[in-house]
DNA sequence: ACCAAGGTACGAAAGATTTCGTACCTCAGT
DNA sequence: ACTGAGGTACGAAATCTTTCGTACCTTGGT
């Protein structure tokens, strides 16, 4: 029961295009600004984040985070976790989780 | 012969999907790479980034980028300038430009 | 006044992405 | 061994993007 990890990309090969496709999307970000806002980087649930859509268009999403090597999964046959890959995105692109959360509310300063 | 400056959003209003969503088009990052690059800012011919797409479909891809609030466009009639939006970008993204120079060459750097 | 160069508007084709229905798999608990 | 919860595979529909053809506009130079 230790969990399969699912293959993504070797640190070194993370694409800013990849990463910016994945990104695009509303869904996808919203997971990412949770898991960029958590500064344990503990192991997720899948189903942990509110996400209004199917899980088969959840699976997409995942699949699609971690194809871009934003996360791992870890496959424990009946559910899933995932993790965020801080260390590697860091390394390669610093600086880009903290923009995730440069998206809140109280930026209307007057100029 | 002043150049009309075609409408984008506000500073204030920049938003990261719309953002995130015009960099993850190839052609698009290339221009921004390119303006990112280019520490003096000035203004730039459309016609000089080298892209191998038609005129039409350049219009429609710099649009995209006045949309999302990352350039400037001055309309002189039957040419058109181009300027980054670097202050407004890093106010609110601070740091976001920088990434977009991250994807040089000689990122392989042993572990 | 004409023309050529640079650009836009509109519309259509091609390609990608997002979404979900149906069917199936895996494990935990009974 | 059965069931239920969580997840995947595959395929199809809907939607969005990218791309370009055709037609037209604007300015500078002839």
Same mark, same amino acid.
């Given at each position: 029961? =230790? ?6 990309? #070797? @640190?070194? =090969? ?6 910016? +496709?994945?990104?695009?999307? #509303? ?8 898991? &960029? @806002?958590? +500064? ?11 996400? !209004? %859509?199917? *899980? ?7 699949? @699609?985070?971690? #194809? &871009? /090597?934003? %996360?791992?999964? %870890?496959?424990?046959?009946? +559910? *899933? /976790?995932?993790?965020?890959?801080? =260390? ?5 692109? !610093? ?6 959360? &440069?998206?809140?509310? /109280?930026?209307? =300063? !007057?100029?």
């Amino acid at each position: 029961m =230790a969990g399969k990890h699912l293959v993504g990309p #070797e @640190a070194d =090969a993370l694409d800013l295009g990849a990463v910016l +496709r994945a990104l695009a999307d #509303e869904h996808r970000r919203a997971v990412m600004t949770e898991l &960029a @806002a958590d +500064r344990s980087d503990s192991e997720r649930g899948c189903n942990s984040f509110d996400l !209004p %859509i199917s *899980k088969q268009t959840q699976t997409h999403h995942f699949r @699609a985070l971690r #194809e &871009a /090597g934003l %996360i791992d999964e %870890i496959d424990y046959g009946n +559910r *899933k /976790g995932i993790r965020l890959r801080r =260390a590697d995105i860091e390394r390669k692109f !610093p600086g880009l989780l903290a923009l995730l959360g &440069a998206e809140s509310p /109280g930026d209307t =300063a !007057p100029r």
